[in-house]
């Protein structure tokens, strides 16, 4: 096989598993939830992600993450985190700070070489008067912001904990 046929057959590998993690948000009512994924790079690949799936409570998980790299290595250990991320978010169904402590536990003990920003946030489709009551954790990530019917925005910026993967940082 030719050099350029290798890497024809890793890129399309690659850029179907992205395609394949980055699904359509579940319709919920009561919330409005858009995506949409810019990838940085020419190739398409790498380790940005988002993710909205329900919860057990009723609640609504939202994730966006971004593993460093843009590669084929980077879009696997997306999948990878992706997959921890939501199974301890249903499984367990803690706070977000409680679940991003809990990914960076596994990736630190079964030592994946990885750094990745994480912002997870749990929303309530009820809305009260006050608005939909929503809680985060941020490992790194650019902070998140709330676009309000009326177009104006809110940025909720908090002070952020490490990103994940670092071997001696301390828990989210």
Excluded at 7 to 13: E, G, I, S
Excluded at 34 to 58: C, K, M, Q, S
Excluded at 63 to 83: E, F, K, N, P, Y
Aim: aromatic share 4%.
């Amino acid at each position: 096989m030719r050099q350029g046929d290798l890497y024809d057959t890793a890129r399309n590998t690659a850029l179907t598993l992205q395609r394949a993690m980055l699904t359509a948000p579940p319709p919920v009512d009561g919330l409005d939830i858009a995506v949409r994924y810019r990838p940085a790079g020419h190739d398409e690949v790498g380790g940005d992600w988002y993710d909205a799936f329900p919860l057990d409570t009723g609640e609504i998980g939202l994730v966006v993450s971004d593993i460093a790299g843009h590669d084929l290595t980077a879009a696997t250990v997306m999948g990878q985190v992706r997959s921890m991320l939501r199974g301890f978010a249903i499984h367990d169904g803690g706070p977000p700070d409680q679940t991003l402590t809990a990914v960076d536990h596994v990736i630190r003990t079964l030592q994946l070489t990885l750094l990745a920003t994480c912002l997870y946030a749990r929303v309530d489709p009820q809305p009260t008067a006050e608005g939909h009551a929503v809680t985060w954790s941020n490992a790194g990530h650019s902070a998140p912001v709330i676009l309000h019917p009326d177009g104006s925005t809110t940025v909720l910026d908090s002070p952020r904990d490490p990103v994940l993967g670092i071997p001696s940082a301390a828990p989210c």
